[in-house]
Structure formats: structure tokens, C-alpha cells
């Protein structure tokens, strides 16, 4: 299972960007689907997730301006982030709980390569 992450960029402080992140292989099924950042010297944190079924969550430092979406036929989860601030810049990394043709009771965890969110102050 591969996940392609696209849409990381500049903007400045107030600026809205959007992801959007696709899995593709032997997908069986896909449960949860999400995003996390990982700031420098910072450890990896939940941004947003949304299940198959539509119930997303946030995190609160995102809550009110980001949003978080999935399109279940395409296999994609996007994210639209709104009023951006200079502590939302990171490498956002797309994550997704799969499971696999080759182990369709097990759901693995697989992450994007992260893209790089830049917002100036």
C-alpha cells in the first residue's frame, strides 16, 4: 500500500493550503484515515482523522480552522487548512489503517512521505 501526499507549500500567516493524500495497492479496506505533523524537535502529533464512516476529530489547536475529508471511492483524504499560523508549519504526514488482500483481518498502519507546510510570519 503506498500513500501519495500532494499540496504542501508556502503561505504566509492567515493563508488557507489544502492536502490531499491517496492510497493505492491491495487495499482490502480502509478504516481510519488522517493526518499528522511533526515540527523540528518536535514529536509527531495527530492532526485530524476521519473514519469510513465520516466522524472526524481534531485536534484542538486545529479545531475551527482546519477540515478534514475522505472520498471513499478514490481512496483519498484531503485536508483544508484555513488561518493558518506560523505553529502549523511542518512536515504533515498522510496516515491510513488498512486493511491489506494479503491480511484482511489485520489493519496495518502506513504513513505518506510527508509533505513540508511553511507558513511565515
Known amino acids: 500500500v503506498q500513500l501519495v501526499e500532494s499540496g504542501g507549500g508556502f503561505v504566509p500567516a492567515g493563508g488557507s493550503l489544502g492536502l490531499s493524500c491517496k492510497a493505492s495497492g491491495e487495499i482490502f479496506n480502509i478504516n481510519t484515515m488522517g493526518w499528522y505533523r511533526q515540527a523540528p524537535g518536535k514529536v509527531r502529533e495527530l492532526v485530524a482523522e476521519?473514519?469510513?464512516?465520516?466522524?472526524?476529530k481534531y485536534s484542538d489547536s486545529v479545531k475551527g480552522r482546519f477540515t478534514i475529508s475522505r472520498d471513499n471511492a478514490k481512496n483519498t483524504v484531503y485536508l483544508q487548512m484555513n488561518s493558518l499560523k506560523p505553529e502549523d508549519g511542518a512536515v504533515y504526514y498522510c496516515?491510513?489503517?488498512?486493511?491489506?488482500?494479503?491480511?484482511?483481518?489485520?489493519?496495518?498502519?502506513?504513513w505518506g512521505q510527508g509533505t513540508q507546510v511553511t507558513v511565515s510570519s
Open positions: 476521519i473514519n469510513s464512516g465520516g466522524d472526524a
Open positions: 496516515h491510513a489503517l488498512v486493511a491489506t488482500m494479503i491480511s484482511v483481518v489485520y489493519e496495518n498502519d502506513f
